[in-house]
Nanobody, 121 residues
Framework: QVQVVESGGGLVQPGGSLRLSCLTSGTIFSIYTTGWYRQAPGKQRGLVAI???????NYADSVKGRFTISKANANNTVYLQMNDLKAEDTAVYFCNALVRTSATTTINSYWGQGTQVTVSS
């Protein structure tokens, strides 16, 4: 079994910063990508940022230059540093990991439960 757990959400004023953490644990042979997604009320879930096992990254246009995704290989943790937050960044942020649990299994997608980020004065 694989577990994905997010932490670090909260309430922040416009222009402020937050750092989200995503820990992937359990029976892990390899992690291919870990991504952050967000879903605001009444909207579809969309990609915020993603990082591959090799360290390549990709960002949604709306967060480029403000958000940074990084990873600590030693403990399968991925971070999302969010700076200059805006009201439109308010959403539930979900972490997703693409994981192979053994050398012979397929790659499966695992989601965390989400963490709320609210940007408001």
């Amino acid at each position: 079994q694989v577990q994905v757990v997010e932490s670090g959400g909260g309430l922040v004023q416009p222009g402020g910063s937050l750092r989200l953490s995503c820990l992937t644990s359990g029976t892990i042979f390899s992690i291919y990508t870990t991504g952050w997604y967000r879903q605001a009320p009444g909207k579809q879930r969309g990609l915020v940022a993603i990082i591959t096992s090799g360290g390549s990254t990709n960002y949604a246009d709306s967060v480029k230059g403000r958000f940074t995704i990084s990873k600590a290989n030693a403990n399968n943790t991925v971070y999302l540093q969010m700076n200059d937050l805006k009201a439109e960044d308010t959403a539930v942020y979900f972490c997703n990991a693409l994981v192979r649990t053994s050398a012979t299994t397929t790659i499966n997608s695992y989601w965390g439960q989400g963490t709320q980020v609210t940007v408001s004065s």
